[in-house]
């Protein structure tokens, strides 16, 4: 099947192949589809994106193209984790080292301020399933495949991999310091109905404390089981694009969208600080204009993004209230406080890196004002949603003269 692309999407794909043979790290973010989120009150804001796959495995673009990708979309950091088995492309770029993805697009990002982080997909089926590791000294330690004269086919290369036991590869990865969740846990080819199951193997693993995060959101999805999951078993919350194409295919920044991610709350920018934050659980997932997280991590970075920023009575009793947002997100916002809002349903909505005047009717003047708005678009649990309160003093106009 011939896909159509269009002339969007084609001059952007030119513009990334131009990094092909040069370091990516000139392409500067774009402001149009950068990925801007405030840092909090006590850390930074950092936004990863720990599940990318490049041609070194099952996806279909230079790993290069990727770090031109996470640089526009103006990430703080990505890993590109390959499948350590599926290598689908063995005969047209043979590579025993298993590093090599990460060295590509290290040294594609060298002159750049993104962090790259080493990181491989351990890939088996149930009971283990599918398994990121972060972080990682070396990736040939996650693998065993017996040596042969003979070059390996796709199929019978994967076949040798996944006989090599995977709590042998999770061991490995740990020995290494690294960080393990579990991917796309919800995935219908070991779930029909949709709705995952902690097996033995990662009870084993979560009690030893070998299995660190699970994703929550992958790719054009979310599982809200996933997320309980996360919670019952105080696993990291991870969203990630686990793109394999470019990342203009899939999530259509040029048109609004945006790919998955991991917002990290650090100490600073930095890799040891990056992988301090994932093990404290320090994250929130932001998926399709959905900000998903603990009460303790989501409150802040809401109160950092919307804010009061004027509260005035304009020659009446109607009190002007201006909200400010100063994040990525589009806030979607119910009203649920005492005052009812003139001229507009109790619903409406904060636009990114914005602001947006309400009407407030406080019956008489105040001197204060102390508005509560459920956040629909924020989770702290499944089906749960935050409620945030904004305050701020009201100051008067003078009297409208009469005429």
Same mark, same amino acid.
């Given at each position: ?39 909090? %009150? ?63 697009? %290290? ?65 490995? #990865? ?8 579990? $991917? ?92 301090? %934050? ?32 004027? #509260? ?68 702290? #649990?499944? $089906? ?20």
């Amino acid at each position: 099947m011939i896909r159509l692309l269009s002339s969007v999407t084609i001059s952007i794909f030119i513009g990334q192949l131009s990094f092909g043979h040069g370091s990516a790290s000139k392409h500067a973010p774009d402001e149009a589809r950068k990925i801007d989120f405030p840092d909090t %009150a006590h850390h930074k804001t950092l936004v990863l994106d720990p599940h990318t796959h490049s041609v070194f495995s099952d996806g279909h673009v230079w790993p290069r193209i990727r770090i031109s990708e996470a640089i526009r979309d103006g990430l703080d950091a990505i890993a590109i984790t390959e499948h350590l088995e599926y290598q689908p492309h063995i005969n047209d770029i043979p590579h025993p080292d298993r590093n090599k993805s990460y060295e590509e697009a %290290a040294s594609s990002a060298k002159y750049s301020n993104l962090l790259v982080i080493p990181g491989a997909e351990i890939t088996r089926s149930l009971p283990a399933s599918h398994m990121n590791a972060l972080f990682i000294q070396d990736a040939n330690k996650l693998l065993s495949v017996p040596e042969t004269e003979a070059s390996y086919t796709p199929n019978e290369f994967s076949s040798q991999a996944k006989a090599w036991p995977p709590q042998n590869a999770v061991d490995a #990865a740990n020995e290494q310091g690294a960080f393990l969740f579990w $991917n796309h846990a919800w995935w219908r080819t070991d779930y029909p109905n949709g709705i995952p199951e902690v097996s033995d193997f990662h009870k084993r693993n979560i009690e030893a404390g070998l299995l660190h995060g699970i994703e929550i959101a992958n790719g054009k999805h979310y599982s809200e089981d996933a997320f309980q999951i996360a919670l019952d078993n105080n696993l990291t919350l991870i969203g990630a694009s686990d793109v394999h194409d470019l990342i203009d295919w899939d999530y259509e920044p040029h048109k609004g969208g945006h790919r998955p991610v991991t917002l990290v709350f650090a100490n600073e920018k930095s890799t040891d600080s990056l992988k301090e %934050a994932l093990f404290d659980r320090r994250t929130v997932v932001w998926f399709k204009n959905s900000l998903i997280g603990r009460d303790a991590h989501l409150y802040p970075l809401l109160e950092a993004s919307l804010s009061i920023k004027g #509260a005035t009575y304009r020659y009446s009793e109607i009190l002007a209230v201006t909200i400010v947002n100063t994040s990525d997100c589009d806030f979607q916002l119910r009203n649920l406080s005492p005052y009812g809002l003139h001229e507009r349903t109790a619903v409406f909505t904060v636009p990114q890196h914005s602001s947006q005047t309400l009407q407030v009717r406080t019956g008489t003047k105040v001197e204060s004002i102390s508005l509560e708005f459920e956040v629909l678009n924020a989770y702290t #649990a499944p $089906n749960q949603t935050a409620t945030l309160t904004l305050e701020s003093t009201v100051t008067s106009l003078p009297s409208k003269p009469n005429p």
